[in-house]
């Protein structure tokens, strides 16, 4: 056996989260794709059996009520809460990611101040969010300036309203500065909106605690609730007395079944609800969220880091010279919790290895994405996949 192989087999032995694997519906491929689609957790069939068969199919539109359908949306946010580092109340599930950051953004124009005719976007933006972006600043009067988010703290200034920025590159991996950034973007009178698909369930985020003025995220990816599950919208708690919300619905309104036709916001984060929400989804979420239970989030990124560094030294010992580099990067401080590879051939090569078991995905034209989910993904695991893609490296030729 190699060395790598005994070093991964003890690290599973010393990894304190390996039991949390038991929660979730596994076989025996190498599943590297989370950060795409999170595994399903053990339980959720017999909750969604409940939900359809005594809530809906028995109750009907008694569960709104009695099953607690209609408070859902502000209960998963609290459950979603603690992962994200921010206090109960700020956060509401709803939505897709798509439209939660057109909601952020558009209010945060509304809260910046007066006069102010820039909004600043990631230039390496994952596409939604640039598009979404554009629009909205088509419709409220702004100008997009793309910006590498290093350069925010150079380039935000008197006439920024807002800035969106992702907290990890979706392609590259890369984490950046939340609290930097974010202490740079308030001390410009602008507001921060953080787009956190790529690190809510990967590495702590703390919301509350560095300042962010507004967030978004997905929840089918490290959170592991389900194909398009809802997303969330975080509205710090300072903010929401003056949230003007662009797509004001009637579950957002005070009083909603007063069905009134003026609208008057609800208090809270109940604010940020649009319309009915998709309860299957919703509640299948709030499930699979039971896996969290217990496990502290600093756990979670220390594996993390451990697994990709692990993936890393692994890749450059097993793989044929210059077939592969990384374009994630190297400090830990600037790491999410996934290695992208450059591949000239990245897309013969993934189906391959999907072929053979080890599942990742591809950001055309040349990015093999690994993404490193430490609550079910292992060292063993994490050495087979670097030594089956070597293998691939080798027989598929560039
Ligand atoms: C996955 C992802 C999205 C997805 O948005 P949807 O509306 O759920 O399709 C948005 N932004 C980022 C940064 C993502 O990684």
Known sequence: MSDLRERALALDTEDALAPLRERFTLDDTVYLDGNSLGALPRHVPARMQEVLTREWGELRIRSWDE??????????????????????????????????????????????PEGRDEILVDARTFPTDGYIAASAARMTGHRIVPVAPADVPDTVGPRTAAVLLNHVDYRSGRLHDLPGLTAAVRG????????????????????????????????????????????????????????????????????????????TPAPGAVRGRVGTPDILSMLALEASLDVWDGVRIDAVRAKSLALTDFFLECVEAYAPEGRVTS??????????????????????????????????????PDVLRFGFTPLYVGFADTERAARVLADVLGAVAA
């Open 67 to 112: 099953s607690g359908w209609w408070t859902a949306p502000e209960r998963v946010g609290d459950r979603i809460a603690p992962i994200v580092g921010a206090a109960a109340g700020q956060i509401v599930v709803g939505d897709s990611t798509s439209v939660n950051v057109f909601k952020a953004l558009v209010a945060a124009t509304r809260l910046a």
């Open 188 to 263: 410009a009178g602008a507001l921060a909106v953080w787009d956190l698909c790529h690190s809510a369930g990967a590495l702590p985020v703390g919301l509350d605690e560095h300042g962010v003025d507004l967030a978004v995220g997905c929840t089918y990816k490290y959170l592991n609730g389900g194909p398009g599950s809802p997303a969330y919208l975080y509205v710090a708690e300072r903010h929401q007395a003056a949230f003007d919300s662009p797509l004001p619905g009637w579950t957002s309104h005070a009083d909603p079944f007063a069905m009134t036709p003026g609208y």
């Open 327 to 364: 374009v994630t990067p190297a400090a830990h401080a600037e790491r999410g919790s996934q290695v992208a590879l450059r591949c000239e051939d990245a897309e013969p090569v993934m189906a391959e290895l999907i072929a053979r078991g080890v599942v990742g995905d591809l950001r055309r």
